[in-house]
């Protein structure tokens, strides 16, 4: 069988994920702006890294719910809204607080957006690749 372009570029999209995860590009970046944009410690700091992690963790089987019932594409289109959310919040503030509000919205989005991503290629592959 003879792929098409859009299913090559499919592929190569899934690889590259896999390999190079957006969110770990960025991390180095992420912790020199909280600890200098919003003035944290690094005891702060890593106890908002905690309560990221903590949060995606409890929230992570409700959003498969939530995906389920409301649509894979619309609820990653929420998901990316919500970790865009996050950022203008994080970027509006200088205090803990902020930075606090930002991590759970963050971790809102990242659990609705987690594994609607893959879901949606392989249904795009099931669907239009045989």
Do not use: C, W
């Not at 005891?43 to 309560?51: G, M, N, P």
């Amino acid at each position: 069988m003879i792929l098409g372009s859009d299913s090559l570029k499919q592929r190569r999209y899934m690889t590259l994920s896999a390999f190079f995860p957006r969110q770990a590009l960025i991390n180095a970046v992420l912790v020199m702006f909280y600890l200098k944009h919003l003035n944290l410690t690094l005891s702060q700091y890593l106890y908002l890294d905690s309560l990221l992690f903590i949060t995606v963790a409890i929230t992570e089987i409700p959003s498969g719910f939530i995906s389920d019932y409301f649509g894979r594409k619309r609820v990653l289109i929420l998901s990316k809204f919500l970790v865009l959310f996050s950022m203008v919040i994080l970027l509006l503030s200088n205090r803990f607080k902020g930075g606090l509000i930002s991590i759970i919205f963050l971790a809102i989005g990242m659990s609705l957006g987690s594994g609607n991503e893959e879901s949606i290629l392989y249904e795009y592959f099931i669907t239009y690749v045989q």
